[in-house]
């Protein structure tokens, strides 16, 4: 049953972290939330110095009350612990330009966050300091490390942005949002450090100089302060020369030891220590792989089809399973690239198809083949709830996929191929040989599959993503030849094929099933069926349909 996890849970559970991922993110939302309002206040400096004082006294109240305090410093130890945890857990460092980025700039952000919280908070707690531009400012200003306070800054608002958009860029419902979205991400920082040197040329004009608009530090505090921050630094880059350490015993013990596993790709095989996803193992090998997200069990585009050694793999994680549950994956063959570790060797198949990467062969040419067989046009139409505007064209594609999965797995149950005939029209084509009762029966069964499959589908993408999908379904038989154009997928051409769009395109708008004569004959009965015989076109034959129930009425 395509029922989905996700859409049946409460809304309030849907925020409740779960797994290193969730709390990963929830944790660095956290301090991006903190970073954004940090920015917003320099940016008000365009406006006024006491504008800016008091918007900083707003979220100095906010952030060191007891529970914005429990809440910023459990999410920097979660965030920073769990990013260390991960680089530890990379097999390789094969990835994406922008994921590498987002990571090395993760990396670089506790050096600005350290000495930042050195000389507020700390210097708060410790010496009482208020942390007021009247005396952040000056300081910085005096002694020419404005420019490298605000620069970095940089890397925690970009890493920010990155991981945002690895979040949540594939559930964008409205094409206008990136464009927003890129526009607040540019505009931010450009008006916080605008801001920042306004306010201080303005404390700078003062009659009173620095010295009246700042509380002096004297020259022992600045040196405890510095040694701190000193000390601060030297504790986390011990951390990261853990990581590395870690990391390089690792793979000596690897190789050491001969521990690898073999996996196997359609037309290519690799091998890669223990330990390593399939993601990891395709990166690494040059292996053409969508991941949208960026390999954190997000977006599901990794997913591979075990066709072997599932012995070899590892139950799935709590976030493979609930991303396996949102796309309602009817087997258990459908893993997720990013999160499978094989302990063993095992063979895999791409679910969905991505351009050939470099050293990987083409499949051979399909050769023509003219066979009998029952079709079944399974015609798909994406439009906005109850009447709304229309889907945006990440929805219009992620609902089609969704369909398309309902459509290939009742074609695999009944031992039929899918061909695409165009994105929202597909073709389920089941030889028939001599039995042509036996494969309409199969046919008819996947159909029922569809329709009722859809039908949870339907109410899954409205409650999720606001959007409605129709499907509309279409049975005709005869002779058609299946082959190759190229190295392109298999193509489907054919008498047929021309009849099977008459039958869909003469049939009412809300006709869901219809089916043409000739697959009607061989048993099926007549009663109850009204049937058309529209004109031909031109020198087409006419084609006779009927709207029928997809559980037919059969002969005593």
Same mark, same amino acid.
């Given at each position: 049953?395509?029922?989905?996890?996700?859409?049946?849970?409460?809304? =309030?559970?849907?925020?409740?972290?779960?797994?290193?991922?969730?709390?990963?993110?929830?944790?660095?939302?956290?301090?991006?939330?903190?970073?954004?309002?940090?920015?917003?206040?320099?940016?008000?400096?365009?406006?006024?110095?006491?504008?800016?004082?008091?918007?900083?006294?707003?979220?100095?109240?906010?952030?060191?009350?007891?529970?914005?305090?429990?809440?910023?410093?459990?999410?920097?130890?979660?965030?920073?612990?769990?990013?260390?945890?991960?680089?530890? &857990?990379?097999?390789?460092?094969?990835?994406?330009?922008?994921?590498?980025?987002?990571?090395?700039?993760?990396?670089?952000?506790?050096?600005?966050?350290?000495?930042?919280?050195?000389?507020?908070?700390?210097?708060?707690?410790?010496?009482?300091?208020?942390?007021?531009?009247?005396?952040?400012?000056?300081?910085?200003?005096?002694?020419?490390?404005?420019?490298?306070?605000?620069?970095?800054?940089?890397?925690?608002?970009?890493?920010?942005?990155?991981?945002?958009?690895?979040?949540?860029?594939?559930?964008?419902?409205?094409?206008?949002?990136?464009?927003?979205?890129?526009?607040?991400?540019?505009?931010?920082?450009?008006?916080? *450090?605008?801001?920042?040197?306004?306010?201080?040329?303005?404390?700078?004009?003062?009659?009173?100089?620095?010295?009246?608009?700042?509380?002096?530090?004297?020259?022992?505090?600045?040196?405890?302060?510095?040694?701190?921050?000193?000390? *601060?630094?030297?504790?986390?880059?011990?951390?990261?020369?853990?990581?590395?350490?870690?990391?390089?015993?690792?793979?000596?013990?690897?190789?050491?030891?001969?521990?690898?596993?073999?996996?196997?790709?359609?037309?290519?095989?690799?091998?890669?220590?223990?330990?390593?996803?399939?993601?990891?193992?395709?990166?690494?090998?040059?292996?053409?792989?969508?991941?949208?997200?960026?390999?954190?069990?997000?977006?599901?585009?990794?997913?591979?089809?075990?066709?072997?050694? *599932?012995?070899?793999?590892?139950?799935?994680? &709590?976030?493979?399973?609930?991303?396996?549950?949102?796309?309602?994956?009817?087997?258990?063959?459908?893993?997720?690239?990013?999160?499978?570790?094989?302990?063993?060797?095992?063979?895999?198949?791409?679910?969905?198809?991505?351009?050939?990467?470099?050293?990987?062969?083409?499949?051979?040419?399909?050769?023509?083949?003219?066979?009998?067989?029952?079709?079944?046009?399974?015609?798909?139409?994406? &439009?906005?709830?109850?009447?709304?505007?229309?889907?945006?064209?990440?929805?219009?594609?992620?609902?089609?996929?969704?369909?398309?999965?309902?459509?290939?797995?009742?074609?695999?149950?009944?031992?039929?191929?899918?061909?695409?005939?165009?994105?929202?029209? =597909?073709?389920?084509?089941?030889?028939?040989?001599?039995?042509?009762?036996?494969?309409?029966?199969?046919?008819?069964?996947?159909?029922?599959?569809?329709?009722?499959?859809?039908?949870?589908?339907?109410?899954?993408?409205?409650?999720?993503?606001?959007?409605?999908?129709?499907?509309?379904?279409?049975?005709?038989?005869?002779?058609?030849?299946?082959?190759?154009?190229?190295?392109?997928?298999?193509?489907?051409?054919?008498?047929?094929?021309? &009849?099977?769009?008459?039958?869909?395109?003469?049939?009412?708008?809300?006709?869901?099933?219809?089916?043409?004569?000739?697959?009607?004959?061989?048993?099926?009965?007549?009663?109850?069926?009204?049937?058309?015989?529209?004109?031909?076109?031109?020198?087409?034959?006419?084609?006779?349909?009927?709207? *029928?129930?997809?559980?037919?009425?059969?002969?005593?």
């Amino acid at each position: 049953m395509l029922t989905s996890t996700f859409s049946n849970t409460a809304p =309030w559970q849907r925020l409740v972290p779960r797994g290193r991922r969730d709390l990963r993110l929830a944790s660095g939302l956290v301090l991006f939330t903190y970073l954004t309002l940090h920015l917003a206040c320099h940016a008000l400096g365009l406006v006024s110095l006491g504008l800016a004082e008091r918007a900083l006294r707003v979220t100095v109240l906010v952030w060191h009350s007891v529970p914005g305090t429990v809440l910023l410093c459990a999410a920097v130890a979660v965030h920073v612990s769990l990013a260390l945890v991960a680089v530890y &857990d990379r097999r390789t460092l094969r990835m994406p330009p922008l994921q590498a980025l987002r990571i090395a700039l993760g990396l670089s952000m506790p050096f600005a966050l350290i000495g930042h919280f050195i000389v507020t908070r700390y210097a708060f707690e410790r010496y009482g300091l208020a942390g007021e531009y009247g005396r952040v400012v000056p300081g910085l200003w005096s002694k020419g490390t404005s420019g490298v306070a605000l620069a970095l800054l940089a890397p925690g608002w970009i890493h920010g942005c990155l991981g945002l958009r690895f979040a949540f860029g594939h559930r964008i419902t409205s094409s206008r949002v990136p464009f927003l979205a890129f526009g607040a991400a540019l505009l931010l920082p450009v008006l916080a *450090a605008v801001g920042f040197v306004t306010m201080a040329r303005e404390l700078e004009s003062r009659p009173q100089g620095y010295e009246a608009t700042s509380v002096a530090v004297d020259s022992r505090r600045d040196a405890s302060l510095a040694e701190t921050r000193e000390h *601060a630094l030297l504790v986390y880059g011990g951390f990261i020369f853990l990581i590395v350490v870690g990391r390089t015993w690792r793979r000596v013990v690897e190789r050491r030891r001969k521990s690898v596993v073999w996996i196997r790709y359609p037309g290519r095989t690799v091998s890669v220590p223990r330990g390593w996803t399939v993601l990891e193992a395709s990166r690494s090998f040059g292996i053409a792989h969508q991941a949208m997200c960026g390999g954190r069990a997000r977006c599901t585009t990794c997913r591979v089809r075990v066709v072997e050694g *599932a012995s070899h793999c590892p139950a799935p994680n &709590d976030d493979e399973q609930r991303a396996l549950d949102r796309i309602a994956a009817s087997s258990e063959s459908i893993r997720l690239a990013c999160q499978l570790r094989p302990v063993g060797d095992i063979e895999v198949e791409p679910v969905l198809s991505s351009a050939l990467g470099h050293g990987e062969a083409a499949p051979p040419p399909l050769r023509p083949t003219e066979i009998e067989a029952m079709l079944l046009l399974v015609d798909v139409r994406v &439009d906005g709830a109850s009447g709304g505007s229309p889907p945006s064209a990440h929805d219009t594609i992620y609902a089609l996929g969704r369909c398309l999965h309902i459509a290939e797995a009742a074609a695999a149950d009944a031992g039929a191929k899918v061909h695409r005939h165009s994105p929202t029209r =597909w073709i389920l084509v089941l030889a028939s040989g001599a039995d042509r009762a036996a494969a309409r029966d199969r046919v008819l069964a996947a159909a029922r599959r569809i329709e009722r499959d859809a039908a949870h589908l339907r109410a899954s993408l409205a409650d999720d993503l606001g959007v409605r999908i129709h499907t509309a379904l279409a049975l005709h038989a005869g002779r058609v030849v299946r082959g190759a154009i190229g190295v392109g997928a298999p193509v489907l051409v054919g008498e047929a094929v021309d &009849d099977l769009e008459r039958v869909r395109g003469g049939a009412l708008a809300d006709a869901p099933f219809v089916v043409s004569r000739s697959a009607a004959a061989d048993g099926w009965a007549d009663v109850g069926l009204a049937w058309n015989a529209p004109a031909g076109d031109g020198d087409a034959p006419a084609v006779t349909w009927a709207a *029928a129930p997809l559980e037919p009425a059969r002969p005593p």
